[in-house]
């Protein structure tokens, strides 16, 4: 199949494979890679800087102030629709850019995690353990295809209505570019409007897929490892100090988990935290458009935009409330395991392991709120508060009776 010759990694692999924990992100870093934020390869360096300008400078930096510039210097001249798609798309513009900075600084974090997980896998020796980080890392990366997916259908959807109507799709402010002048104005302008919200939408995919596909492995890993800990004094064969050496190697394992969570932690709070102080906000513009303003062609531009927000967060949060799960039940297959007739050394040991295994893993956006589904529905149901705001005050009505009058 040429497909599974293009992109193996999509499928997974036979379980006598060895495992490579580390290709659950092999498209995502390659993503990163063309982002522009790695460091130039030395036999592309002019290439390679020349394209991390005219991506970052485009969708990084000049689109944020390009989307604010062009709503106050035509304000005026938007309807209410088009007003509410540069607005959402505004606020959702400077979080992504924020987000790319954010990663831009913290990459090398990438990197070693992917050296914790190769560690990880050391510790893979029976088919079954190996079969579900395969399955594991061929999910990951189907995940990351599906987000490139919905990402890329809201910027050429928006793009293609808007070419529709004769407009560009956001009207942002291009110096010395006046669309309305003629058509090829109109046509370089919609050109570059699209090839920056492009731009953003694939820096986007990458900053907002990665903490999936980690978690996802993780989750792997972490599964094999409650197997391991409920083995745990069951070989009749050991000794006594067999089995306390393979107490201690669980321990070793449940350290190389934490580093990684560690390793990844700086980089998830930023990221996530940005999008919390956004998501309620362009979501409740969001849903302002579809029910008051749109037409069929903005409305489904709308919708797949409202897919992708949701897909910032709500796919993480989800992965965070089962990961404090898969740590209570490290708890319980640690207890489950043969300790008891255990040396007292050994059941010593295994009480104060049980004890730090009973503390769940968690994540915080910059010590704030606790990264979650009670924090995503939370801050998801600020768009409802923002829509019954603008419906309580007629400022819909408000704004389609100007409208009319111009």
Same mark, same amino acid.
């Given at each position: 199949m040429e497909l599974r010759r293009i992109f193996p990694a999509l499928f997974t692999k036979p379980e006598d494979c060895?495992? $490579?924990? $580390?290709?659950?992100? #092999? %498209?995502?870093? $390659?993503?990163?890679?063309?982002?522009? =934020?790695?460091?130039?390869?030395?036999?592309?360096? !002019? @290439? %390679?800087?020349?394209?991390?300008? @005219?991506?970052?400078?485009? /969708?990084?930096?000049? *689109?944020?102030?390009?989307?604010?510039?062009?709503?106050?210097?035509?304000?005026?001249?938007?309807?209410?629709?088009?007003?509410?798609?540069?607005? *959402?798309?505004?606020?959702n513009a400077w979080s992504c850019s924020t987000k790319v900075l954010i990663v831009w600084a913290l990459v090398r974090h990438f990197d070693q995690a992917n050296a914790i997980l190769d560690e990880m896998d050391k510790r893979i020796t029976e088919p079954g353990e190996r079969l579900q980080v395969h399955r594991a890392v061929s999910l990951s990366n189907r995940i990351f295809f599906f987000f490139m997916a919905v990402y890329m259908v809201y910027a050429t959807s928006t793009f293609l209505s808007a070419i529709w109507i004769g407009r560009p799709p956001y009207q942002n402010y291009y110096p010395y570019l006046d669309w309305r002048s003629s058509t090829s104005h109109l046509a370089l302008q919609a050109f570059l409007e699209y090839f920056a919200m492009a731009g953003a939408c694939f820096q986007d995919v990458c900053v907002d897929c990665y903490p999936v596909n980690f978690i996802l492995v993780l989750r792997a890993h972490m599964s094999i490892f409650a197997d391991r800990l409920r083995r745990l004094g069951t070989d009749p064969a050991e000794s006594q100090e067999e089995r306390y050496e393979r107490l201690v190697e669980c321990i070793q394992d449940h350290k190389v988990i934490l580093q990684f969570v560690d390793c990844l932690r700086p980089v998830i709070s930023g990221t996530?935290? =940005?999008?919390?102080? =956004?998501?309620?906000?362009?979501?409740?513009?969001? #849903?302002?458009?579809?029910?008051?303003?749109?037409?069929?062609? /903005? @409305?489904?531009?709308?919708? /797949?935009?409202?897919?992708? =927000?949701? !897909?910032?967060?709500?796919?993480?949060?989800?992965?965070?409330? %089962?990961?404090?799960?898969?740590?209570?039940?490290?708890?319980?297959?640690?207890?489950?395991?043969?300790?008891? %007739?255990?040396? &007292? $050394?050994? *059941? &010593?040991t295994v009480m104060y392991f049980l004890q730090k295994l009973q503390q769940p893993i968690t994540f915080m956006a910059m010590n704030v709120f606790p990264i979650s589904v009670g924090t995503n529905i939370s801050v998801t149901k600020f768009s409802f508060s923002v829509f019954t705001l603008v419906k309580q005050m007629n400022i819909a009505e408000k704004l389609a009776r100007s409208e009319e009058d111009e």
């Open positions: 060895p495992p $490579r924990s $580390r290709d659950a992100t #092999l %498209y995502l870093l $390659r993503c990163i890679f063309l982002m522009g =934020v790695r460091k130039p390869p030395v036999n592309l360096f !002019l @290439a %390679y800087v020349a394209w991390s300008f @005219a991506l970052n400078f485009c /969708s990084t930096f000049y *689109q944020p102030i390009g989307f604010v510039t062009g709503l106050i210097r035509h304000l005026s001249e938007f309807s209410p629709g088009e007003f509410l798609t540069s607005l *959402q798309v505004a606020f996530i935290f =940005v999008q919390f102080l =956004v998501v309620g906000l362009v979501l409740g513009f969001t #849903l302002i458009n579809i029910v008051l303003f749109a037409n069929l062609a /903005s @409305a489904i531009a709308a919708l /797949s935009f409202m897919a992708a =927000v949701l !897909l910032e967060t709500t796919p993480f949060c989800i992965l965070c409330n %089962y990961l404090t799960d898969d740590c209570y039940q490290l708890a319980d297959a640690l207890f489950q395991s043969n300790w008891i %007739y255990g040396e &007292k $050394r050994y *059941q &010593k």
